[in-house]
């Protein structure tokens, strides 16, 4: 199993980037999706979720109203759509897939089945 994101990269406050996560080796329709960002020292925190169909998605609280999760199976892609982007905003951005419907509106690090590598967001001031 492969999950390849990209699309980080440096911007300026109030800036967009969008991530992309490209999944190989797993039935990527099946699978929800999600993304988390990590600072060094600090915990993975959950950013976004959408589940294998795209028909619910959930946001951790630091993103909501900012972040767009989406997915295209036919290209087995998830991708973040980030807009307003704030210095605190810059972290490494991980994708990850899950079935973990016991935790999908805030879902953990711990369930997470497969990782892929991160990418760097820098929102500079």
């Known amino acids: 199993v492969q999950l390849q994101a990209c699309g980080g990269g440096l911007v300026e406050v109030g800036g967009s980037l969008r991530l992309s996560c490209e999944a190989s080796?797993?039935?990527?329709?099946?699978?929800?999706m999600a993304w988390f960002r990590q600072n060094s020292g600090k915990e993975r925190e959950f950013v976004a979720t959408?589940?294998?169909?795209?028909?619910?998605?959930y946001y951790g609280d630091s993103v909501k109203g900012r972040f767009t999760i989406s997915r295209d199976n036919a290209k087995n892609t998830a991708y973040l759509q980030m807009n307003s982007l704030q210095p605190e905003d810059t972290a490494v951005y991980y994708c990850a897939s899950h079935l973990d419907y016991a935790n999908l509106r805030t879902p953990r690090a711990s369930g997470m089945d497969y990782w892929g590598k991160g990418t760097q967001v820098t929102v500079s001031s």
């Open positions: 959408i589940t294998w169909n795209g028909a619910r998605s």
């Open positions: 080796g797993l039935t990527f329709s099946s699978c929800n």
